[in-house]
Structures are given as C-alpha cells and as structure tokens.
C-alpha cells in the first residue's frame, strides 16, 4: 500500500537528495581555481554529481510508487542506499584530486551536503528494513490460506 511508513522514509530519501541542489559539499574563505572558483563546492560544479543526485531523487520517488512489487523495491532500495554512499564518496574523491591546486591557508568547510547523504543513506536503510517487514508479513499471511 502507498500509505505504509516506507512511502515516508522514500519521501525523506527523494527529499535528501533533491535538496543537494541547494546544500553545498564544502566551501572556502577564498576563490581559487578548479571546483572552489566561485568559494562553494557543490554537486553542479560536476556532471557526475549531478547525475547520481538526479538519479537517486527520480528513484527514490519512483520507489514509492512500486509498493506492488516488494522485490522490486527492495532493490531499488539498495541502489538507492549504494548511490547516497558512492555521491560524498566521489565527491571526496573530486576535491582530493583539486587539492593541490588549493594554495595553503585556505579554509574549507564541510557543508551541510554531507549531512544530507547520511540522511539518505539512513532513510534508504529504514526504507528496505519496512519493506521487508511487509514482503515477511504477506508470505506468513499466505501460508496461513
């Protein structure tokens, strides 16, 4: 059914991502060249990012709506919880190779861009663990015929 407590978490998972385009990854005191030209690191400063972050939304909102295949959900549910890792983690990667180009004494902060992938990856996880509860309660109830 689409108003069981994981229609909710995908929500919160479509939502996290989504709200990637307005959180940045990380930023800086100074502008400097590469991805920190502009002081903030964000997803649309590559086209990689911005494909796993619209990617993972347009899946976590389409996994709402599979609420009849529970199989089906449940793995889209684990791509959706192998995206949200592999986004900060590429990400991390990204700005580790622009490193060197940094001159020292730069700040750089983390950004709330973290924190919103986390919040996917939890919601993913919470997601799949009431999908499977139900998949588990519709196979007793069909022994039970």
């Keep these: 059914m689409i108003q069981r407590i994981q229609s909710i978490f995908l929500l919160l998972v479509a939502g996290a991502f989504f709200s ?8 800086s005191n100074t502008a400097t060249t590469g991805f920190l030209s502009d002081t903030v690191f964000n997803i649309q400063d590559h086209p990689v990012l911005l494909v796993m ?4 939304g347009a899946l976590a909102v389409l996994n709402i709506f599979m609420f009849k295949n529970r199989t089906l959900q449940m793995r889209f549910g684990y791509l959706l919880i192998v995206l949200s890792v592999l986004l900060p983690l590429l990400g991390f ?7 060197s ?12 861009g973290l924190l919103a992938s986390l919040a996917a990856l939890i919601f993913s996880a919470l997601a ?9 309660l519709i196979k007793s109830m069909d022994r039970l015929r």
Excluded: M
């Excluded at 990637?20 to 930023?27: C, P, T």
């Design 20 to 27: 990637l385009f307005g959180l940045e990854l990380a930023s």
């Design 53 to 56: 972050t619209i990617l993972g």
């Design 93 to 99: 990667l990204l700005f580790y190779q622009e490193w």
């Design 101 to 112: 180009t940094i001159p020292k004494g730069t700040l750089i902060e983390v950004g709330l």
């Design 128 to 136: 799949n663990r009431f999908i499977k509860k139900d998949e588990q």
